[in-house]
């Protein structure tokens, strides 16, 4: 069984520009290899196949799989009948309950004209890049969408790298190394650092902000801090950046990650005062695009900002899944000699295979790409490499891991019904997660075949 059509190749998208309509296509595109998002594009292969009754181990796409909370669901009944554009910014009282729900669980002061919400973060991060005049950095690894926005956007992003030994993270030196180079003398600068990070689940610390923020201070560096996996920090102490470092920092969330409402498409930045200039722009990059985030959504929306007990009951038991989940994935997998950081937070985790290199070599595959069509073909496991998509070579052998493809909603239920006073134990998880238990046995048997 073979996933056709998700090789990192031309697609129908992107990569026909021998057609005689290719100058249709902007000629630096072409050249920089833009091409649609590819973990979009698996994720409908795996669901044609799933569809067909195929057996699929499907750990390559990272959405939540856990219900919309309650009381957002009853908010938009009650106002499905909203129908007016809204201001582009957003609706007071949503703006309002964003501030609030911050104020509470980060001990920050936000004021509602600081906050612009729209259809996604991914819309708000694109009119960001639109409107921003600098250069723009990007760690690796990071989520696909930043750099072929970047692309879109006209920018040609530098890519800095990380490694295993610094859980995957940008250490001060390495940054003021990169940002003092000539070229980026007297330039605006705009880091996008995504925390909890996709695809590795790392999570930056009070401490490693601490040690950033000279550095961030030094070169006036703006940072878009993508916290949209914040709320789902396994033991609830995520550190937002715009503590540390307030005047620099335009803080991205949104409902789809840990509200369970990705499809509902609505995300927010908050802007400190000091870039009032640059919140206007984009703003008036909204009016020319979206005009307004769905108002029925918007509305709904505001429950999700409750901190009630409700939602804090919620949040208790869908980070508990998932930290019962990381600790097992990682658990298996490095048993059998796989490599991996402890994922603090999110849905992800980016094991390196290192340990199998020899193996495929002599089956003639170096590339991550070819060892998750190997996997797929092998074991029904679909995986997605992190090279080139989420910026680490295409000869590393790591992959990001999604462990999310359970029915949440029975998951859930489990919890609750077990209490909050008893662990989760691995009997729970093959209960109620049994693909995503299967997909990771059916790894560490595929990785002790080879070693």
């Not at 070819?370 to 070579?393: H, K, N, Y």
Request: hydrophobic content about 35%; some cysteine.
């Amino acid at each position: 069984m073979s996933l056709p059509g998700c090789r990192l190749q031309k697609t129908e998208f992107n990569m026909s520009w021998e057609d005689d309509d290719s100058n249709l296509i902007r000629e630096d595109l072409k050249k920089r290899n833009y091409r649609p998002a590819q973990n979009l594009i698996l994720n409908e292969k795996v669901k044609e196949l799933v569809a067909n009754s195929k057996p699929v181990y499907h750990l390559a796409f990272g959405q939540s799989p856990f219900p919309v909370v309650e009381a957002a669901q009853q908010a938009l009944k009650e106002h499905v009948h909203e129908k007016a554009y809204e201001p582009v910014a957003g609706i007071l009282s949503l703006r309002e309950a964003i501030c609030n729900y911050h104020r509470d669980l980060d001990g920050l002061q936000f004021c509602p004209d600081n906050v612009l919400v729209g259809p996604g973060t991914k819309e708000l991060i694109f009119l960001l890049l639109t409107i921003f005049n600098g250069d723009v950095f990007l760690i690796a690894p990071t989520w696909t969408t930043y750099r072929p926005q970047c692309l879109i956007t006209h920018h040609d992003p530098v890519v800095i790298s990380t490694s295993f030994e610094t859980d995957w993270k940008i250490t001060p030196d390495v940054l003021d190394e990169v940002l003092s180079r000539p070229a980026h003398h007297k330039r605006n600068k705009l880091l996008i650092l995504c925390n909890p990070d996709n695809p590795s689940g790392t999570a930056y610390t009070a401490d490693d902000f601490e040690g950033l923020r000279p550095v961030f201070h030094r070169h006036k560096l703006l940072v878009l801090s993508d916290e949209i996996y914040g709320q789902l920090h396994f033991t609830g102490s995520h550190q937002c950046l715009a503590k540390i470092y307030p005047e620099g920092t335009i803080l991205s969330s949104g409902i789809s990650k840990w509200a369970g409402a990705g499809g509902w498409r609505l995300g927010y930045h908050i802007y400190p005062r000091q870039l009032r200039v640059l919140q206007t722009a984009v703003k008036g990059a909204g009016s020319h695009s979206y005009s307004c985030a769905s108002a029925p959504i918007q509305y709904a929306a505001v429950a999700c900002f409750s901190n009630s007990k409700e939602i804090r009951d919620y949040l208790l038991h869908t980070r508990r899944i998932m930290a019962a989940l990381a600790n097992y994935c990682y658990r298996e997998l490095t048993s059998v000699g796989v490599r991996a950081v402890k994922p603090a937070g999110g849905y992800y985790m980016m094991p390196d295979f290192e340990v199998v290199r020899k193996a495929l070599a002599d089956r003639g595959i170096t590339t991550g790409q070819g060892m998750c069509d190997l996997l797929f073909e092998e074991t029904s496991v679909a995986l997605m490499p992190a090279g080139p998509e989420f910026l680490r070579p295409e000869e590393e052998l790591t992959v990001r891991l999604c462990y999310v493809n359970f029915d949440g909603s029975k998951a859930l239920e489990g919890s609750r019904e077990l209490g909050l006073s008893q662990e989760l134990s691995d009997q729970f998880l093959e209960e109620y997660c049994p693909l995503t238990t299967g997909g990771i046995q059916a790894l560490k048997k595929w990785v002790s075949s080879l070693v």
